[in-house]
């Protein structure tokens, strides 16, 4: 008989695996990936610091010389139908105006009174009436010798030499244009300004109106706001009474061109709505809206918001140094040298 075969040593017994293994390598990768990431920031990490230091800084003096702005609010109300006064009874006993499908005087719709609030012709009176110019460009314009201050001296702002430098290169306006005088503004610059500052927004769900006035003094926010309003109102109060009175002597020369008495009784049914109609522009009290909210001078300023803009920066700055740090590391494994006069001070030695 042979030998019998030798059997090997682990022959029966199961080999068992530790599945770590297998993780072990990819767990490490990530592991020297993170800390290769880490080792680059903390290599640069005054580069990085320079950066958000010099971010931080710099926005917190540009924040320091920005001008605190206030914000007035006021809310109004379009004036309904229903909400026409007891002039719209008198109507009704004179003649049964709801029978004819005629509406109550006074009432006026949401979209009408926002296009009104952002119209020029109601901004224009409002500026003339108050004399606004000097309010809305103050630092044009010399309080003490009443006048404007001419623009074409010597200025710390660069945008001032950008504009003149525009002005003279830019073509000649025709023969028929009116001419500008140089750092004097107009109506229309003032209709601009007013954009700029002014917000008028609806709210559907409740029906009213917001109008916001932003402004660097809180008392002039305020008192702006409620020039819009008496703007409004006298303007709407006035195009009722036009309106009224031009229908009215329409209405009473063709009484008398008809015999018909059912068309009297509708011609003097008419004549009495825009008498009415004369007579509640004439009280101007909710005429045409009715104000919820007046405005109020604010207590606390709406911007600049200094601390949101510092915040703001330093993330900005760091993430911005961070990509710093790891550009400049692939340069260097690129083998790449910078070398731009003094900057490789900027970008740190190690």
Known sequence: MGEPTSMPENAGVSVQTDPKQYLTPRCEEDEINLL???????????????IVAATVLLTVVVSLFMTNIYR?????????AKEGGGMSMLTQQIGGLAALGISSPGSSSMSEIMALLKSNIVQEKMIQQYNLMPVLFYEQWDEKKRTWKKGNGFSLNPLHYVSLIARSLS????????????????TWDALRKLDDIVI?????KEGTIILTVDFHDPDMAAKLADYFLLSLTNYMSSE???VANTNRKYLEEQL???????????NYNLIAQQIETAMMAEVKENFAFKIIDPPLA?????????????????????FMGIFVAFFLEYLEKQNINISIGKLSWLFGKR
């Open 36 to 50: 290769d990431y880490w080792r680059v920031i903390w290599k640069r990490r005054k580069l990085i610091g320079y």
């Open 72 to 80: 007035a609010e006021t809310v109004i109300m379009p004036v309904t």
């Open 171 to 186: 073509p000649t306006p025709p023969a028929g244009a009116r001419k500008k005088d140089p750092g004097i503004p107009d």
């Open 200 to 204: 008028v927004k609806n709210n559907m």
């Open 240 to 242: 009722a009474k036009r």
């Open 256 to 266: 008398a061109t008809t015999n018909d008495p059912f068309i009297k009784q509708k």
């Open 298 to 318: 604010p207590d606390k300023k709406f911007k600049p918001k200094r601390s949101q803009m510092v915040m703001i920066s330093f993330v900005v700055a760091l």
